[in-house]
Nanobody
Framework: QVQLVESGGGLVQAGGSLRLSCAAS????????MGWFRQAPGKEREFVGS????????NYADSVKGRFTISRDNAKNTVYLQMNSLKPEDTAVYYC????????????????WGQGTQVTVSS
């Protein structure tokens, strides 16, 4: 079992930055690929990005590429989402999730999910 708890969300102006954290319980964190997803009101959940188990490979949605960066610290059982140059369309609830699948862009393949943290970007 892995429990995930996100933090760091909030209200920010367009062009600003936020750093989300996702803390994982248990001793198996490093066995999982980690992903970030988001869901805006009235929209389906969408893939934001993912990171492999060792942290040396990442994958991003085109909409955030060049603005968002995912990293992880396996010693701290934590994965991060650094969000820069935020836009109003980035407003959503952001979720971290853990998967053993290599298809990290597919949400139904994730085994564990956090409760989400709200990010609101004002124009």
């Amino acid at each position: 079992q892995v429990q995930l708890v996100e933090s760091g969300g909030g209200l920010v102006q367009a062009g600003g930055s936020l750093r989300l954290s996702c803390a994982a319980s248990g001793r198996t964190f490093s066995r999982y690929r980690m992903g970030w997803f988001r869901q805006a009101p009235g929209k389906e959940r969408e893939f934001v990005g993912s990171i492999n188990r060792s942290g040396d490979s990442t994958n991003y949605a085109d909409s955030v590429k060049g603005r968002f960066t995912i990293s992880r610290d396996n010693a701290k059982n934590t994965v991060y989402l650094q969000m820069n140059s935020l836009k109003p369309e980035d407003t959503a609830v952001y979720y971290c999730a853990a998967t053993i699948s290599v298809r990290t862009e597919i949400d139904v393949l994730y085994n564990y999910w956090g409760q989400g943290t709200q990010v609101t970007v004002s124009s």
